[in-house]
């Protein structure tokens, strides 16, 4: 048995692993030199190209790419209409984004309960959208892994409510063959650094079959400019209230060759996620992340839900000493978003200046067990392509060693 490094013990690694890990080659490098030396920045060839890759890559009609996954969230939002006093369900186990952009448009957010792979909960959605006014969903594709659509579908088909996918975690994920992102009325995609695809800085995208949509995005996302259809002939002409959240030529031209990239990328997430859960299926008290043979896991993120009995640690010293071997387990998404102090003073208009006009649910009220659990059990593991066969095992290992001292322990 040997003792935890966080005890004074010799870590399994010296020299602890990276959490992410961005990628890139000559390719990336020549194409922000061809982007500079263009002296096209604001826009160019690059964001057209990868427009039209990243909407063939999902299978959609249309790609816009935007400034980063929260505008596109937020444009998302705005252009289904889902604005001042409409009602969106989301789910409270997500970064704080996927909300805050609900609240940015003047909507509210409801949250419904979860799964224990953290995903929305699909009888938890129907048992919303039926017990109150609902114009909206928002469902984020957790990790990597997409959310059980077939009952979510059907529920928003009955009830006529347009469906959002944030698929930040899951480029290239799939249900039942398509993938997500073209699932939904709308897909949005963050290209944050630390994705399973990069741009040059920050990047979102947001994907549709709906030309009206797109068209909209279009001005919505360049001041609402005549510009956008007129070309240099629309110039300073608005028409509609608009943003500047474009995304640069530079950030595009990165973005495109890591797209050529994806699969590749994808493969060895799925390739280090499946010997990570091969080293630990034997480990009593893990509960590792598990698909059925319809879904595309694309694992972003390693999530593993803990029992603190049977581990004999609890969740934060587990992490903590997982770090201290050198390992970069993290606790993830630790306080679900309605017991957010942001969604407990959400009425104060300090806080929210949109509180002046709008009334909120009292958050406080709201319990949502499943999720309550999850954020107190989760802890999320690295498998991206940086890593290799070895850097897994030193997590396996790691993780085996701790359990196996508290269990000498006791
Ligand atoms: C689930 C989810 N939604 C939205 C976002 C926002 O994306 P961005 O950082 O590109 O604004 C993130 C980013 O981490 C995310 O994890």
Excluded at 164 to 185: F, L, N, T
Excluded at 253 to 263: M, P
Aim: proline share 5%; no cysteine.
């Amino acid at each position: 048995m040997e003792k935890p490094a966080i005890l004074g013990g010799k870590p399994v690694r010296e020299k602890p692993l990276p959490f992410v890990s961005i990628i890139f080659d000559d390719d990336e490098i020549q194409s922000s030199l061809i982007a500079l030396k263009d002296r096209a920045l604001a826009s160019g060839v690059f964001i057209e190209k990868f427009e039209k890759e990243f909407a063939n890559f999902i299978g959609t009609k249309y790609a816009v790419s935007v400034s980063n996954g929260t505008d596109g969230l937020f444009l998302a939002y705005l252009v289904l209409g889902l604005t001042f006093n409409k009602h969106v369900v989301t789910t409270p186990i997500t970064f704080i984004a996927t909300a805050s952009t609900i609240v940015h448009t003047g909507a509210i957010p409801i949250f419904a309960d979860v799964d224990f792979d953290g995903n929305i909960s699909p009888e938890s959605v129907a048992k919303v959208v039926k017990s109150g006014e609902v114009d909206g969903l928002s469902l984020v594709h957790l990790y990597g892994k997409p959310v059980e659509m077939d009952p979510i579908l059907e529920i928003a088909e009955e009830y006529q409510i347009p469906i959002i996918e944030d698929a930040s975690h899951a480029h290239g994920a799939e249900y039942k063959g398509k993938k997500v992102g073209s699932i939904g009325d709308i897909g949005v995609f963050s290209l944050y650094p630390t994705k399973v695809i990069a741009a040059g800085g920050w990047g979102g995208v947001i994907t549709t079959n709906n030309r009206e949509v797109y068209e909209k995005l279009l001005y919505l996302r360049a001041h609402g400019e005549e510009r956008v259809k007129l070309g240099k002939a629309g110039a300073y002409t608005y028409i509609r209230l608009g943003y500047n959240l474009r995304m640069s030529n530079i950030e595009a031209a990165v973005a495109y060759h890591q797209l050529k990239k994806i699969n590749k990328f994808i493969e060895a997430r799925q390739k280090n996620a499946k010997l990570l859960t091969d080293l630990l299926s034997d480990v009593d008290g893990l509960i590792l992340p598990t698909y059925p043979a319809y879904m595309k896991h694309i694992f972003y993120i390693y999530n593993v839900l803990i029992d603190e009995n049977k581990i004999g640690w609890t969740r934060d010293k587990f992490v903590e000493a997982l770090n201290a071997e050198g390992i970069p387990a993290e606790r993830g998404y630790h306080t679900p978003l309605h017991k957010q102090p942001l969604f407990q003073r959400i009425n104060d208009p300090n806080v929210n200046h949109f509180a002046r006009i709008i009334k909120y649910p009292d958050y406080g009220k709201v319990k949502l067990p499943k999720a309550e659990e999850v954020a107190k059990r989760t802890i999320w593991l690295p498998v991206h392509p940086g890593l290799n066969e070895e850097d897994i095992e030193s997590i396996a290992k790691a993780i085996v060693k701790l359990i196996e001292w508290k269990k000498g322990k006791s």
